[in-house]
């Protein structure tokens, strides 16, 4: 009990505040007459508790240094017994809503919340006297038109007038709207547009984005041809990890074209469940390539542009490779549409079409799906397919100009010191996915058995150390896996284990 902030404020009061107060009647007396500087030093109240500042504590120069070094002496202690008082609140409401509720309307300076979570908690936020004066609306070019004035309507006016003062809108109207799954209301009813799209559109002056700084400079080109002017920022261009090509891959960007595989490209298990397993197949193959070399997993990251594909690599990866301690998983296995706004140092996307372009057409889905990439950009798709695409030409165009077929650098090992500018002339070409798969299976094994010998080595030299007089020698025993690119299973079973790894191939 004697240790509350409550009996902080007394004690603050009726001892602090009343020496301070009787110390300033003595050093600045009423009637005007001056003072000796020595009687600020004799007459201070506090010298016990600034017993361990530097010495002396008041020079006896002049009074008005000597008065402002107590002033700020007290200010030091009125800090304190201010900090007790705002903490007060604390000892009062017990439960943890209550605290912070105090928290949210009178000590936080930034509150960040969804529109989702601002229209849920309207009613309760007004009732409690939330009150601000600037809105900072990140995204919301991706935001409905109702939605986005939800956040304004958190707080009721005062005397008449709303207290609102700023309100900032930062989002990118070449990107993907709204979602909106009902078809009638998303096009007749124009409800995908935002209120940050309808502002651009009606000509309201706005702050264009005119520097990146994200992508290496030959990225930027596939989509900044988007935009009014975005140019780079200088150290796109001076940092080493902008400078350096990427490791075993001979392009920092390329469109791979992907053939049916046996006669089948993409697929529709369900409506528009769409798939197309020769583009997961290589998808996959190239991370486990990275992978090997030494790339981290959590700077790749497959994008696809329909849910079925992500559904599909998810289960390739989960056969291929996940449980591999030298491969794992990608960092994210996940759609175009929900990638936007994050990135990652490797892309590799996967358009899956092969009869139509589909919902690519959207200018605006190219633009984030060419975006995300910092470093390196491996798009799998159907060439003869989107190049024909009106659309699609601007970013189309550039990335024709390489080779459609992957050229790798299967020598090098994550980081390379080789220049993103110097020519490679000991290159591969891919010819299609099962030539890539095949290669990885192989890099694969010859990886394995590189680190079974130098195990062997390490063991050997081990023995050999601690090998003493009359010891039987033990001979290696060397254990033999059979491993496919179609599985991970030994040939040795019965009927039914080769009836289901048939059923999991299909």
């Known amino acids: 009990v004697a240790y509350t902030c409550e009996t902080a404020g007394h004690f603050f009061l009726y001892q602090v505040l009343a020496r301070w107060e009787k110390f300033l009647a003595t050093v600045r007396p009423s009637d005007g007459k001056t003072v000796p500087v020595k009687t600020i030093k004799t007459e201070f109240p506090f010298h016990g508790f600034f017993e361990n500042a530097p010495k002396p504590l008041f020079k006896e120069k002049s009074y008005e240094t000597d008065m402002e070094i107590a002033e700020g002496c007290f200010r030091y202690i009125e ?73 304004l309507l958190l707080q009721n006016p005062q005397d008449g007038f709303n207290r609102l003062k700023r309100w900032i809108m930062i989002g990118d109207h070449n990107q993907l709207p709204p979602v909106i799954k009902n078809m009638a209301f ?19 002056p706005t702050v264009d984005l005119d520097a990146q700084g994200r992508s290496r400079a030959t990225i930027a080109n596939l989509y900044n041809w988007r935009y009014k002017k975005l140019d780079n920022m200088s150290h796109v261009g001076v940092y080493a990890e902008y400078q350096k090509a990427n490791a075993g891959l001979v392009y920092d960007f390329q469109l791979i074209n992907v053939e049916d595989f046996n006669g089948v490209g993409e697929s529709e298990p369900n409506p528009y469940f769409y798939q197309n397993l020769a583009e997961a197949e290589y998808c996959v193959a190239l991370f486990m390539y990275m992978r090997l ?40 296995v996940t759609t175009v549409d929900k990638y936007q706004g994050q990135q990652n140092d490797y892309i590799l996307l996967s358009l899956v079409r092969t009869a139509s372009v589909g919902h690519l057409r959207d200018v605006r889905r190219l633009i984030v799906a060419m975006s995300r990439a910092r470093l390196g950009l491996y798009v799998f798709a159907r060439v003869s397919l989107f190049r024909n695409c009106f659309e699609l030409t601007p970013a189309f165009n550039q990335l024709m100009i390489r080779p459609q077929q992957l050229h790798i650098v299967p020598h090098e090992t ?12 000991n290159s591969v070409a ?39 007089p009359g010891d039987i020698e033990v001979k290696d025993v060397e254990t033999h896996v059979a491993i496919h690119p179609g599985g991970d299973s030994d040939e040795s079973g019965d009927e039914e284990e080769k009836e289901e790894e048939k059923m999991d191939t299909e």
């Open 79 to 151: 800090k304190m017994f201010t900090q007790l008082e705002e903490f007060r609140a604390f000892e009062l409401l017990r439960s943890g809503l209550d605290r912070s509720k105090y928290l949210l309307v009178k000590e936080a300076k930034i509150i960040a919340m969804t529109c989702t979570h601002a229209a849920l908690k309207r009613k309760e936020l007004v009732d409690m006297g939330f009150k601000y004066d600037n809105i900072l609306m990140e995204e919301s070019a991706q935001i409905l038109e109702i939605e986005t004035f939800i956040p």
């Open 186 to 204: 998303q096009k007749y009813s124009n409800m995908e547009q935002s209120l940050f799209t309808r502002i651009v559109r009606l000509g309201v």
């Open 414 to 425: 994550f980081p390379t010191s080789r220049l993103n500018t110097s020519r490679v002339p």
């Open 293 to 332: 070399l030494g790339y981290p997993a959590h700077k790749i990251t497959i994008l696809s542009t329909y849910n079925g594909q992500k559904h599909l690599i998810r289960d390739v990866i989960n056969t291929r490779c996940a449980d591999n301690p030298l491969i794992g998983r990608p960092h994210k």
């Open 430 to 468: 891919i010819q299609d996915m099962v030539h890539m798969t095949t290669l990885v299976y192989n890099f694969y094994m010859d990886k394995v058995n590189g680190m079974k010998k130098e195990f062997y080595s390490k063991a050997k030299l081990n023995a050999d150390k601690w090998k003493k």
